[in-house]
């Protein structure tokens, strides 16, 4: 056995997401239901044997040429923090198998950074706890923290607060991206400007409690909403707006018994109780938009396999 580890990077979707008033710090508060999915990326992490340094090396059906330089890569981040943490220049090559749509809404970032934490705590001989890394992992984005426990978790703070919640998750979710980047701090900075134009206040969080309790109800039931989506709907550009709509729509009228979109875009996903529904819908959608997957919530994040 080498020293070789492969570790699976699995992407989120945000069922619930409110959104609050902006800090002192720039950050805004969040009340959110997260969910781990089973598709995602998948990084192999191999030590540079007696080097220092660090290899990132990206391949996958993601466009290289959307990529920024090695270093500012959450991937490159993630690696040197854990150098840093440890005090161990020790070398890492990294190969990102990237499948998680980029300015997605789908945490593939984050995922990838929370994967080399995990993998690199494993290697190591787990000098961290989890806790430890939750904690650390907030370094290099608000998202990261959730995606080393995974599964479904109440969030707030600025996204790094996780609570896991334990719910049976029987439906299938149809994720849809019509191949639009959509940046996080300018969606951020819309809905600051949509909120002060309007004067319009950010609604009451809801509690775990009660998000909870919508969980477990029927998806049809469901009240979840993501103040994005209003803000992009009311307004965003004319593509996004047209864009988003026409997404929802056609996932509604094939069958999908909730629909939202998943953090700040532009990925759209249905939530679908009758999987034959979900596979036909998926069929359709694949002709129309051109990113397209059906998976399945996972209960708690897979494990880290030593090769
Ligand atoms: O934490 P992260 O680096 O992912 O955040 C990127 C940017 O998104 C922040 O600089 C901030 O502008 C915005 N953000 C925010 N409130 C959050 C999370 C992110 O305003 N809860």
């Known amino acids: 056995m080498g020293d070789g580890i492969r570790v699976a990077a699995p992407c989120k979707i945000n069922l619930h997401l409110g959104v609050f008033d902006r800090r002192s710090d720039g950050y805004h508060p969040i009340e959110s239901i997260f969910q781990m999915l089973d598709f995602g990326d998948v990084l192999w992490i191999d030590s540079l044997k ?178 994005f989506l209003e803000v992009f709907l009311q307004r965003g550009s004319p593509e996004v707006q047209r864009t988003y709509q026409a997404i929802l729509s056609e996932l509604k009228d094939l069958g999908a018994e909730f629909v939202n979109l998943s953090g700040s875009g532009s990925t759209c996903f249905g939530v679908f109780s009758d999987l034959a529904r979900a596979k036909k819908a998926l069929e359709v959608l694949k002709t129309h938009w051109s990113f397209v997957e059906l998976c399945f919530p996972l209960a708690r994040r897979p494990n880290t396999v030593v090769e």
């Open 50 to 227: 007696k080097r220092s340094g660090i290899e990132v090396h990206v391949e996958g059906p993601v466009p290289m040429g959307s990529f920024v330089p090695p270093e500012q890569n959450i991937v490159y981040k993630a690696v040197r923090l854990f150098q840093m943490e440890r005090g161990d220049e020790r070398g890492w090559h990294v190969r990102l198998e990237k499948a998680i749509p980029l300015g997605a809404g789908l945490g593939g970032g984050s995922a990838d950074a929370a994967a080399v934490l995990l993998a690199l705590n494993q290697v190591a001989g787990k000098p961290f706890s989890d806790a430890d890394l939750e904690h650390l992992s907030a370094r290099l984005g608000s998202d990261v923290p959730f995606f080393i426990k995974g599964g479904t978790a109440y969030v707030t703070g600025r996204g790094e607060q996780i609570s896991t919640v334990s719910a049976e998750t029987p439906w299938a979710v149809l994720l849809v991206n019509p191949g639009l980047h959509s940046s996080t701090p300018e969606a951020f900075a819309l809905l600051d400007t949509v909120r002060s134009d309007t004067q319009n206040s950010a609604k009451p969080p809801l509690g775990k409690e009660r998000l909870v309790q919508i969980l477990q109800s029927h998806p049809k039931n469901w009240t979840f909403y993501n103040d």
